[in-house]
């Protein structure tokens, strides 16, 4: 699968709208898309292993989306064989009272996974670039001072997040950024569905229908989101998301190969570990047997 369809690419001045949701080349059929996405979660495990093994590197995965696009149910069959010790997903709803005290990008911070670990942030730091746009009273309820509230209070955090992104690089932790492209029509029939499915109904909120409202306000955020974000350390990946098998596919998919970029073997073994592992050896075949053969 070529991955580099789907980076939202700045300096070729792209659009959202240049992004089809419903776009499933790549793959013959449904069975054979659920297929791959089988092959390579199986071996994403593989290498999230070898990934904890070395602890010199972490994997920050970032989904972003409108609600209806299926980010639960993208995270729990792509990220299902990953070992649970070395994997953490965090969920970013609405800030609490102790959290608007605090800087924006705090939670975040507190969140990162450790070298050698996988964490995945269901929504994230961007909702303080996307959502407080189009629902400024969010905003106000941080109490900022006067002179952070100028018009140019997003130019600087999308300067502050990629300050961040970069930051965590530095420091060995790599970030991979996903949104889940659904069309407006798709997103109506997945709301219809969630309020007619009783398995579902739980997660049918008036807040879905009032943002629906904003929906183009909603892609011109994003689009610029993307404009100011998406770098070469930390693109964007807008995944076409009308196919729920096909989004998840390539979502597997880009994962596994940014593992597989990490680390491709398991660590060797150096000099003073040679020499601990030969003694141990020594050590364990002393031993005498505790029970008769």
């Known amino acids: 699968m070529n991955h580099e369809q789907f980076i939202y690419q700045p300096d070729k001045k792209q659009r959202l709208a240049d992004f ?39 994997l920050l995965v970032v989904f972003q989306a409108m609600d ?12 299902s ?6 994997c953490e997903m965090k969920m970013f709803k609405a800030q609490t009272e102790k959290e608007l005290k605090h800087d924006y990008l705090r939670h975040a911070a507190q969140s990162v996974p450790a070298r050698g670990q996988i964490g995945i942030f269901n929504r994230s730091y961007y909702e303080h670039v996307i959502v407080e746009r189009i629902h400024p ?5 941080q109490k900022l001072p006067r002179a952070a509230m100028k018009k140019d209070i997003w130019e600087k955090r999308f300067r502050h997040i990629n ?18 492209n659904l069309s ?6 997945k709301l219809l569905e969630r309020m007619e499915r009783n398995d579902k109904r739980w997660k049918f909120s008036r807040e879905d229908l009032e943002d629906r409202e904003h929906w183009d306000e909603y892609m011109k955020v994003y689009e610029e989101a993307f404009e100011r974000t998406s770098t070469e350390i930390a693109p964007w990946h807008i ?18 190969a940014k593992l597989k970029s990490l680390h491709a073997q398991y660590p ?9 592992m030969a003694q141990a050896r020594k050590s364990l075949r002393r031993e005498k047997p505790t029970t008769k053969k």
């Not at 209806?68 to 990220?79: L, Q, W």
């Not at 009273?137 to 309820?141: D, H, I």
């Not at 407006?184 to 029939?189: I, L």
């Not at 995944?239 to 596994?256: C, G, K, T």
């Open 20 to 58: 089809d949701p419903d776009f499933t080349n790549g793959f013959g059929s449904e069975r054979e898309a659920q297929e791959r996405m089988q092959e390579d979660v199986a071996e994403m495990a593989k290498y999230h292993d070898i990934l904890m093994a070395h602890e010199t590197n972490g």
């Open 68 to 79: 209806g696009a299926g980010k639960d149910a993208t995270i729990k069959n792509v990220m």
């Open 81 to 86: 064989a990953l070992d649970p010790q070395g």
């Open 137 to 141: 009273e969010k905003l106000e309820q």
């Open 163 to 180: 300050n961040f992104e970069e930051y965590l690089l530095d420091n060995g932790i790599h970030t991979l950024k996903f949104f889940l």
């Open 184 to 189: 407006k029509d798709e997103q109506r029939e």
């Open 239 to 256: 995944i076409p998301d009308n196919h729920r098998w096909f989004a998840r596919a390539a979502v597997a998919s880009i994962i596994l």
């Open 268 to 276: 060797t073994a150096d000099e003073k570990q040679k020499k601990e």
